[in-house]
């Protein structure tokens, strides 16, 4: 089976940077997924049970917590590494995201270099 | 290198297969699109023309087909285009957000750092990160030399490079220049291969130079606060050390005083028909005078007594242990000498003999047999005595002869011979008296020996002040 990286913003651009950052796993047999919002980040966490998730905190409906939450708790996802991606400056409780179970949380913008670097040793790649 | 390929233009989340699969459809033959390697991307190749998609000369993949093949391959070569132009706007965010990271990162780092030289070394580090340089310094500018010195660098060119100063050359130049509020110095960044330098380096380096310029000031006062904090430390264990030494000299003064203490007769020999009084007050716990009242046991006068106020060099210590050499002295003498001023001779001889050359003792020696009131008297050196008469009359008795211990040995000692008749009265002092002053500086004078306090007043005491006065009283079978 394949190693899968799930990309969720409902931002246009965060899913592009974020597919370009990732882009070179490509070639290593990494399948690169997109999400554009909450519930379809749920719906295809729940199908293709992917490696890692990048996971934006702030959107609309189903915020990246309550995706987190239903993914490690309801779905009983414990496996799936979830990285919670959080605006730069914007304060982030970290108290609530270790609640949820999320694995780790990264800033925006992103450093592209961690990024990647992060994703490899996630997917021992 | 950006990465552009056909098959993520026909992936699965692209709206661009559909569309291919309706024009197909429309034109009613089959279209294939391969990629590069010839891998089927859509549908099966079934024959016509084969046309390349190719993007800034590198080879993408093939499309055929009987019919539409071509705009198909046309839409395909916007779309790759298109594509590749999203891709270098994400390729130039992504480099912005490595920027901005780094600088984040830098001002992070920059934070933690109170070593000036180590923020010039990060600072460096961080540029070479974000703008390409082979050569490269941070030179601060020293104020009143206007020279700018290297406070960390790197490159083969400008390491060990000296004498860079304000208005000289293009670092001087910057740093006469220089905009804000003060100029502290210069970065530098150069490449020894030809390079183009951007505005955007620019702008990049000028946010470095802000940061650090701040991190550079904080590290200056930081070490300015921990020289402070050294000083007074430096001031603290002075302070200690001058206690301990202070210490150690009141403990000398106070073995001094104890010395002293003992030398003075704890009790002055009776005197059937003479009042004897003495007294010596130090001017500083320790002090150089030395008085003394001591029966002679001889054969020649059995009821004879010694008298004898004495002013010892020196202070302290050393003049405690002179004055306990000048009593052992006298007392050895007392008895084996005939007279009062061969006494001296022999005190003089064996002081100047076993002291050195700056120690000498003055002294009024007085030898009185109380049944006559006959006295001799010697003064080495010492300051006036005085015969106070009955009828108040004051003769001075002078000096008979120079400081015991002060000049060679064999001096002769002179002696003058006094009468003392009933109620008359005899005064031997130190220098301490008659140089009492005031606070106006009034000396107390010989005449008015009685009232030296009330002359001296609140001023401090500034030397030894020693008294010793006996008189003859009427009383004992005398004319008047």
Request: charged share 20%; glycine share 10%; hydrophobic share 45%.
């Amino acid at each position: 089976m394949s190693l899968k990286i799930l990309i969720v913003d409902d931002e246009v651009h965060l899913r592009t940077l974020l597919h370009q950052t990732l882009e070179d796993l490509e070639d290593e047999g990494v399948e690169l997924h997109v999400a554009t919002n909450g519930e379809e980040a749920l719906a295809a966490i729940e199908t293709l049970q992917p490696n890692l998730v990048f996971l934006d905190v702030m959107m609309p409906k189903l915020s990246g917590f309550d995706v987190c939450e239903r993914a490690k708790k309801e779905l009983g996802l414990s496996n799936v590494y979830i990285v919670l991606l959080t605006a730069k400056g914007q304060e982030f409780d970290r108290q609530r995201g270790v609640e949820v179970g999320a694995d780790l949380y990264m800033t925006k913008p992103f450093d592209p270099d961690s990024l990647l670097m992060k994703a490899r040793a996630v997917l021992g790649i | 290198m950006i990465r552009n390929s056909l098959k993520q233009i026909l992936g699965a989340q692209n709206g661009l297969r559909p569309v291919i699969e309706s024009l197909a459809q429309a034109m009613g033959a089959p279209i294939a699109v391969e990629d590069a390697a010839g891998g089927s991307l859509f549908g099966v190749a079934g024959g016509g023309e084969r046309l390349s998609v190719a993007h800034e000369g590198k080879q993408l993949g093939w499309v055929s087909g009987l019919a539409g093949a071509e705009a198909v391959a046309d839409l395909l070569r916007f779309m790759v285009a298109k594509e590749a132009e999203r891709k270098a706007l994400g390729t130039e965010v992504l480099h912005l957000y490595r920027e901005v990271n780094l600088i984040y990162s830098f001002s992070e780092k920059l934070a933690a750092l109170l070593d000036l030289e180590r923020v010039a070394q990060l600072t460096l580090q961080e540029a070479r990160h974000l703008i390409v340089a082979t050569d490269g310094a941070i030179l601060l500018l020293d104020e009143p030399s206007d020279a700018l010195t290297s406070a960390a660098a790197f490159g083969d060119e400008l390491p060990g490079v000296s004498g860079f100063a304000r208005g000289k050359g293009i670092a001087g130049t910057v740093a006469a220049t220089g905009v804000g509020e003060k100029v502290i110095g210069v970065i530098v960044l150069a490449s020894t291969q030809p390079m183009a330098y951007e505005a955007r380096e620019l702008k990049l380096l000028n946010t470095l130079a802000l940061q650090t310029a701040t991190a550079i000031e904080n590290a200056r006062l930081f070490e300015r606060t921990v020289q402070a904090g050294h000083e007074r430390e430096r001031l603290l264990a002075l302070n200690q050390e001058a206690e301990v030494a202070r210490a150690g000299y009141e403990r000398e003064l106070s073995l001094a005083a104890t010395i002293q203490a003992d030398l003075f007769p704890a009790q002055l020999p009776a005197l059937p028909g003479y009042d004897l009084a003495a007294r010596s007050r130090p001017a500083r716990r320790c002090g150089g005078d030395y008085y003394d009242a001591i029966p002679i046991v001889s054969a020649t006068d059995p009821d004879a007594v010694l008298l004898c106020v004495a002013d010892v060099s020196g202070k302290g210590l050393p003049a405690a242990l002179l004055m306990s050499h000048m009593q052992a002295t006298l007392r050895a003498l007392l008895g084996r000498t005939a007279s009062l001023q061969e006494l001296a001779g022999h005190a003089h001889d064996l002081l100047h003999g076993s002291t050195a050359d700056n120690k000498y003792v003055t002294a009024a020696l007085v030898k009185l047999d109380p049944a006559t009131g006959r006295a001799s008297y010697v003064s080495a050196g010492h300051i006036n005595s005085l015969v106070v008469t009955r009828s108040g009359d004051v003769v001075p008795l002078g000096s008979t002869g120079a400081p015991l211990g002060l000049l060679p040995p064999g001096l002769p000692y002179d002696t003058t011979m006094i009468d003392l008749r009933p109620g008359d009265c005899l005064v031997l002092c130190s220098d301490g008296v008659p140089d009492a002053q005031n606070e106006a500086g009034d000396e107390f004078g010989e005449a008015r020996l009685t009232a030296i306090d009330a002359c001296a007043g609140v001023a401090p005491q500034f030397d030894d002040i020693t008294l010793l006065v006996f008189r003859r009283l009427a009383s004992i079978g005398c004319p008047s």
